[in-house]
């Protein structure tokens, strides 16, 4: 029964890695990967930190939130409508795997964009601004699950049922841009009024932010320990949604 179990989790494995191996040869590289995924956390974090004062260490932990929180987000809404356009997310729902396997390999093509990305952005704060990173280790796993929470925030929207990623990105941008606006990451939470703070709260961009601070310049406002709980509990909670849109879909045969 055990190696029965353990081979099973070993195909499931595999399948989800053949479906994240497959969307990233074929959707890294799209104009809408690239505009919503790659440019758009930069445009906004010089957008807002233009003429501001601030250490090296604060604007990179911004840096690095804004780009796993963007790029990680990106993925489902634009690869799911555009391959249900193209028929082949049919033939993968057909396909011998499980309907979380499949969604979970989803969330790992959104998750390895948002880490690849804040590579980029990490090592030109390293190199070009001479930042030391305060904890390494909770450097890495904020990022890790950052991007597999905001990944998971992002299938939600990739699991409407439509075809034209059009119809999602509108509504899935305005969600990513009311949880930055009410987030802790242009206005540090110390400096919000107090019924801001109780809203930032309900931001899981407010807890990746503060862990990237921990992270970078050694400090935060919340306990760091919660920061890793809230982000970890997101990426399990808002994958259930997904599969409930799914599940709701095939009932009513879209």
């Known amino acids: 029964?055990?190696?029965?179990?353990?081979?099973?989790?070993?195909?499931?494995?595999?399948?989800?890695?053949?479906?994240?191996?497959?969307?990233?040869?074929?959707?890294?590289?799209?104009?809408?990967?690239?505009?919503?995924?790659?440019?758009?956390?930069?445009?906004?974090?010089?957008?807002?930190?233009?003429?501001?004062?601030?250490?090296?260490?604060?604007?990179?932990?911004?840096?690095?939130?804004?780009?796993?929180?963007?790029?990680?987000?990106?993925?489902?809404?634009?690869?799911?409508?555009?391959?249900?356009?193209?028929?082949?997310?049919?033939?993968?729902?057909?396909?011998?795997?499980?309907?979380?396997?499949?969604?979970?390999?989803?969330i790992a093509v959104g998750s390895f964009f948002a880490i690849a990305v804040s590579t980029v952005a990490l090592t030109a704060g390293l190199l070009i601004f001479d930042v030391k990173i305060a904890q390494p280790g909770f450097?890495?796993?904020?990022?890790?699950?950052?991007?597999?929470?905001?990944?998971?925030?992002?299938?939600?929207?990739?699991?409407?049922?439509?075809?034209?990623?059009?119809?999602?990105q509108m509504p899935s941008t305005l969600l990513r841009w009311g949880l930055l606006f009410i987030s802790g990451v242009f206005v540090p939470l110390n400096e919000m009024a107090p019924a801001a703070q109780v809203i930032a709260y309900f931001s899981p961009l407010t807890y990746a932010q503060d862990l990237m601070n921990h992270s970078v310049v050694g400090s935060g406002t919340i306990n760091v320990w919660l920061d890793v709980s809230v982000l970890l509990l997101t990426s399990i909670l808002l994958l259930w949604p997904s599969i409930w849109l799914h599940k709701r879909a095939q009932v009513l045969g879209n």
């Open 1 to 106: 029964m055990m190696h029965m179990t353990i081979q099973r989790l070993k195909n499931e494995f595999a399948q989800a890695w053949t479906v994240v191996v497959k969307d990233i040869r074929v959707y890294y590289l799209r104009p809408g990967m690239i505009m919503f995924g790659f440019l758009m956390p930069f445009f906004m974090f010089f957008s807002f930190s233009v003429r501001r004062q601030m250490e090296a260490g604060d604007g990179l932990a911004r840096l690095l939130a804004l780009t796993v929180f963007f790029t990680a987000a990106a993925a489902g809404p634009f690869i799911i409508p555009t391959e249900r356009r193209v028929r082949t997310y049919d033939r993968l729902l057909a396909a011998p795997m499980s309907l979380i396997t499949l969604l979970l390999g989803k």
């Open 139 to 168: 450097l890495a796993l904020g990022v890790m699950l950052g991007a597999l929470a905001f990944s998971a925030l992002g299938l939600i929207f990739g699991s409407i049922p439509t075809n034209n990623p059009g119809d999602v």
